[in-house]
């Protein structure tokens, strides 16, 4: 062999080894060798804090970047109830909100910390977003007759109304009042003119609200000399859902035989109940009858009087004078909206006989000739105790809950104060399911805890605390039927997902809220239903006991409060059961605790048991117990890395703790 021919075949060779090379070099780029040898998660272009007034449009687009060009999902937490949010795809994504005037929702709530997600299907990553909502006030509104119209030594009395868009308490001022007339915080005006008053009255009312918001409205009001006759409808007042007696008063400069009247109410708040002449100028009148007729949404009642017959019996005539004529009684509505307002009552005219008069010649008297005032019912709340339904004086507690859920489910019967007292969230409908949920949040916030202490009580009902390693556990012993109970824990630092309600209570509803260092737990059911007597357990806390304190309310069936006796116990070491308790903390960052006991009551021998961290994929992040462990309590720490020893993004995270044919998940949440 040449030396030519034998460098060209050791060329060729060196060449099949390049191209060898080339090719798993290729490869092993292409399978993520040398650029992807680790996920990266997904990076947040950065936005930062957001401002929008209340009723105006908030618009977040927000865009993600995958470093190793992976397909992202975008998701948000605890976005407010009426926000929208869309992933648009492609590492794109739209926030929108408009903030509400008044509720939690609105500047009251403000600021609110949102937190987006973004995920290429492995890690997660997490942006904080702050939304600062400025208040906008809307100004009230007055609502006012232009003008009003009265006789010298005639009573004057009108309201005037106030409504703010915002529910805030409005406080009504006047402006050039005349001598002697007064305006009271609920806008009613009241005036007696004198004979020197005769004449035009300008009067300015102002409306404010607490955030400084007002609005100004003027009426004019004429005094005139009564030279003719006056037909006024009085003012009387009454509790909501009293009844009450409205007269009809004349003035008559004249003798009066006859009269035809015809009065307009609203039947949606007036319900009419009888007329009567007993005790007015007319009681002895031979002819004083009336009768109703529907027209449109209101309803109307003729009045028919004639002083004397035709007959051998002689009636004298009204001689000039002025006192009542007929009274109208009616019952007024239930309807708490109404309170403090001035319901009216009006003459209505129909055809040209309605509100004239006849003398004692039998000669007619045209409305041109007759002064009118309408009256009205100004309606009043009582003493009203909002929250109260059991009438023990104590507002939103345990037993108020449980006699609502009785009147709503089974009818029983209210009397008219628990009525006015029903009415928890002021929507002007009492005793409503609406007020029950109302009133159950109420109390669950921060409600009443009326402790009862047993001594002279009847009805006493023990209750019973027992400290088990891990867990926390609630009996009652009763002799009587229990509607409800509310404990109020101080210094707890628990979940309502450690709260577990007792299967021998199942017909009861279980209700938790946290307030700072408070934590409340509620009994009751909204069906009426009742836990019957005898020794019950009524639910566990998991985790070590770590509140300072337990004040604990307890009502009957019916909802009357009972003498609450407390029993403290310390029990075995050994747990009953197997229970996986909520991590703490909770969010975490950088490390949580998570504690779990195991069953020890058939048996001492090793159980097998595994722990294991999920991601919200559902694929295996980190094994933190894999091993036979004997009865007790135990804990592990996670330190938010995965079985490779690298940290992991922050995001909703799941852990599960299987044991035999016991199996429990619970979630964890890492913010960083």
């Not at 080339?22 to 680790?38: A, E, K, P, R, T």
């Amino acid at each position: 062999m040449s030396k030519r021919q034998f460098f060209k075949k050791q060329m060729n060779k060196l060449f099949r080894h390049l191209m060898v090379m080339l090719v798993v070099g290729l490869s092993f780029i292409q399978g993520g060798g040398l650029c992807h040898s680790q996920n990266l998660p997904p990076v947040f272009d950065p936005v930062g804090t957001c401002y929008v007034k209340e009723g105006d449009t908030l618009n977040i687009n927000l865009h993600a970047a995958d470093p190793d060009g992976d397909s992202i999902r975008i998701w948000a937490l605890n976005s407010p109830p009426t926000a929208s949010f869309t992933d648009k795809g492609k590492g794109y994504a739209n926030f929108r909100w408009v903030p509400e005037f008044i509720g939690p929702h609105s500047s009251s709530g403000s600021p609110f910390e949102l937190f987006f997600f973004a995920s290429d299907g492995s890690l997660n990553s997490q942006m904080k977003v702050k939304i600062n909502v400025i208040n906008v006030n809307r100004p009230p509104q007055l609502i006012l007759s232009d003008s009003f119209s009265i006789g010298s030594n005639m009573e004057l009395v009108f309201q005037a109304r106030t409504e703010d868009p915002d529910k805030e308490e409005v406080k009504i001022s006047a402006f050039g009042l005349p001598p002697g007339a007064t305006l009271d915080p609920a806008g009613i005006f009241r005036w007696t003119p004198e004979v020197a008053d005769i004449g035009k009255h300008g009067v300015a009312l102002k409306a404010m609200d607490l955030s400084g918001g007002e609005c100004w409205k003027e009426t004019q009001i004429r005094v005139f000399r009564p030279t003719g006759y006056v037909l006024n409808i009085g003012i009387s007042e009454t509790v909501v859902g009293g009844e009450v007696k409205i007269p009809i008063n004349l003035n008559n400069p004249n003798p009066v035989s006859g009269m035809e009247l015809l009065i307009e109410y609203d039947p949606s708040v007036f319900t009419f109940l009888y007329l009567t002449k007993e005790g007015t100028r007319a009681s002895d009148w031979e002819y004083h009858v009336y009768r109703q007729r529907t027209w449109g949404l209101f309803q109307l009642i003729k009045i028919v009087g004639i002083c004397d017959l035709p007959n051998q019996r002689s009636t004298l005539p009204l001689f000039p004078g002025n006192g009542p004529i007929a009274y109208l009684n009616f019952k007024m509505t239930s309807n708490t909206l109404f309170a403090g307002l001035l319901i009216p009552l009006e003459f209505y005219y129909f055809d040209f006989t309605d509100n004239t008069l006849s003398n004692y010649l039998g000669e007619f008297v045209p409305r041109d000739k007759i002064n009118f005032n309408n009256g009205g019912v100004l309606l009043k709340s009582g003493n009203t105790l909002l929250g109260d339904i059991n009438q023990n004086g104590i507002p939103f507690e345990v037993g108020d809950a449980v006699r609502l859920a009785l009147f709503l489910t089974y009818g029983k019967s209210f009397n008219q104060q628990q009525f006015l007292n029903s009415d928890v969230n002021q929507d002007g409908y009492w005793a409503t399911t609406a007020d029950l949920t109302y009133l159950i949040l109420g109390i669950q916030k921060e409600g009443s805890v009326p402790v009862v202490e047993p001594g002279s009580q009847t009805e006493v009902a023990e209750v019973t605390i027992s400290d088990h390693p891990a867990i926390t556990s609630f009996s009652i012993s009763s002799q009587t039927e229990v509607g409800g109970l509310l404990f109020v824990l101080k210094g707890a630092n628990l979940d309502s997902e450690n709260v577990k309600l007792s299967s021998e209570i199942q017909d009861m509803e279980l209700f938790t809220h946290q307030n700072g260092d408070e934590f409340r737990v509620m009994i009751i059911s909204t069906e009426g239903k009742y836990i019957s007597p005898g020794d019950k357990s009524l639910f566990t806390l998991e985790g070590e006991k770590n509140f300072d304190s337990v004040e604990i309310s307890v009502c009957d069936k019916e909802g009357n409060l009972m003498g609450v006796k407390k029993i403290y116990e310390v029990s075995s070491n050994l747990p009953s059961g197997y229970i996986l308790s909520q991590n703490y903390p909770n969010p975490f960052n950088p490390v949580t605790t998570i504690r779990f006991k195991v069953e020890g009551e058939r048996s001492k021998v090793p159980h097998p048991i595994t722990l294991k961290v999920y991601n919200i994929l559902g694929q295996l992040v980190k094994t933190l117990v894999d091993e036979e462990k004997s009865p007790g309590t135990y804990q592990v720490v996670w330190d938010g890395k995965d079985q490779n020893g690298e940290e992991v993004s922050s995001g909703i995270y799941f852990y599960k703790l299987k044991a035999e044919d016991y199996t429990e998940t619970k979630k964890m949440i890492l913010l960083k």
